[in-house]
């Protein structure tokens, strides 16, 4: 039978270009010397994955499959990384190949800050962002070589924040070295925005009762006595029911912590960001994005995957450019994501759900949003060369 994605993370690469048009990108050392590297592009990389003839593939209609036996991949954001991340993973094929794109794009060794750190090298936005990005499309790779039938069944795919990056290039949307490189514009555009405001975002567990709104509107005011003139309080991420994730201006939300029970804010806890991510502090970072974006050929995901803007499918490559810049600037509902995703009626079975990329955040998401859904959930393990983690 036909494989219905010839390729495990490249396959999503549509036509794959070189790395040649990407700016500031270098051409590989000794490329053309004898004994040296051969001289590649990504299409190159992953073609020994391919199955079956392309040209069949590509006209051949997706099978229609059962819920069982159909599969989602979910793709993690920032915060998620940390140093050891990808040692599990070198051994599977083309993973190297992927690292060694990153350093071309990048200018520096991706690899060894993911096995290395230093932890605080690794947590800053412009290092943490196209990590997280490479690792888990590294983490596709394993679980194509241990399950490739989650592969081929995938029918559905979200990334929260930069994880959606991922999930449109895992789609086939996006030419993977082509979104790593807005994955650089993007990380130190943010990063940038970042410093120029002291800045940051707050976890908060509350209760039914909780009123954000109220606690927001009353930070806001605050910050205004304290002569802020344009303060910044808002919701910029809905995890779970009764939780959220608040940004701003410090201030503002230091002052929700001390009136936490006001509130009814079970637990608040702030989060090792530098900046207000996904509120309109993030405002300068809009610009940079947009002119990368319009440059870089985007084309209609190969399979669903769900918008943090709106939780709705994207549609079409002019869909998935502006709300990947609106994005910046606007909450996350990963939350109501999950319910659209996961939403069926009573007795119909729910799809294998695999969280690719470090970290279990999504899974524990998931767990809160829907039980039923979580108990068909894995985490593909991306810091150690398990045998036993088979999928």
């Not at 590509?58 to 059962?66: A, L, T």
């Not at 051994?91 to 350093?103: C, H, Q, S």
Request: glycine share 6%; aromatic share 8%.
């Amino acid at each position: 039978m036909t494989s219905r994605f010839p390729l495990a993370t490249v396959s999503r690469l549509g036509s794959c270009r070189t790395l040649a048009g990407l700016p500031g990108v270098s051409k590989r050392p000794g490329s053309s010397g004898p004994g040296g590297p051969p001289k590649v592009n990504i299409s190159e990389l992953l073609r020994d994955a391919v199955v079956g003839d392309k040209e069949e593939t590509v006209q051949q209609p997706p099978p229609r499959r059962s819920p069982e036996k159909s599969s989602v991949l979910l793709f993690p954001g920032q915060g998620s990384q940390f140093v050891g991340m990808g040692r599990g993973l070198l051994r599977y094929p083309n993973v190297r190949e992927l690292f060694w794109v990153a350093e071309r794009v990048l200018g520096y060794d991706l690899l060894r800050l993911c096995l290395e750190g230093p932890q605080a090298e690794l947590d800053r936005t412009v290092h943490s962002q196209p990590a997280v990005f490479v690792i888990s499309l590294a983490a596709v790779e394993k679980l194509h070589h241990q399950c490739p039938e989650a592969i081929e069944s995938c029918v559905a795919a979200a990334g929260f924040s930069i994880g959606e990056f991922a999930a449109l290039v895992f789609a086939g949307a996006i030419d993977y070295a082509e979104a790593l490189y807005a994955v650089k514009v993007r990380a130190e555009a943010m990063q940038k925005a970042s410093e120029a405001i002291p800045s940051g975002m707050l976890s908060v567990i509350g209760r039914r009762e909780s009123d954000y709104n109220l606690a927001c509107s009353e930070a806001h005011e605050h910050c205004k006595s304290l002569g802020i003139e344009d303060p910044v309080c808002e919701v910029s991420n809905y995890l779970f029911p009764d939780s959220r994730v608040i940004a701003g201006h410090l201030q503002a939300l230091e002052f929700l912590q001390k009136n936490s029970r006001k509130y009814y804010f079970v637990r608040t806890k702030m989060l090792p960001v530098s900046g207000a991510f996904h509120t309109r502090l993030m405002e300068s970072a809009v610009e940079p994005l947009s002119d990368v974006l319009k440059s870089v050929e985007i084309q209609k995901p190969l399979i669903p995957v769900y918008s943090n803007i709106d939780s709705n499918k994207y549609m079409h490559p002019k869909h998935v450019q502006k709300l990947l810049v609106k994005q910046l600037v606007s909450p996350v509902k990963w939350e109501q994501t999950m319910h659209v995703i996961y939403e069926r009626k009573k007795g119909v079975e729910f799809p294998r759900t695999y969280e690719v990329g470090p970290g279990e955040q999504l899974g524990a998401i998931l767990r809160s949003c829907n039980l039923k859904a979580w108990k068909f959930y894995k985490h593909i393990n991306v810091s150690e060369n398990d045998e036993a983690d088979e999928a």
